[in-house]
């Protein structure tokens, strides 16, 4: 159990990381074309958007899944 939870959660850190860098490689990206590129704004804002969603899932995931975890240990000491 305690490995499925790490396995989730890792694949669940590593994307957020690999976004991280996909917002990273957009941010430098911008400051060589200048302000005036609309399109790579957009797309830079979305991905910091969808990174910050990310973050958020993986915190109300990680608590959940500690919760259920909590609850199933009490289950069995029972």
Known sequence: ??????????????????????????????????AGDLLLAGELRDAREDCERLEETVRLVGGRLDQAIDRLRGLLEE
């Open 1 to 34: 159990m305690e490995q499925r939870r790490g396995t989730g959660l890792s694949r669940t850190e590593e994307a957020i990381r690999r976004l991280g860098a996909v917002v990273e490689r957009l941010e430098a990206a911008s400051t060589r074309t200048g």
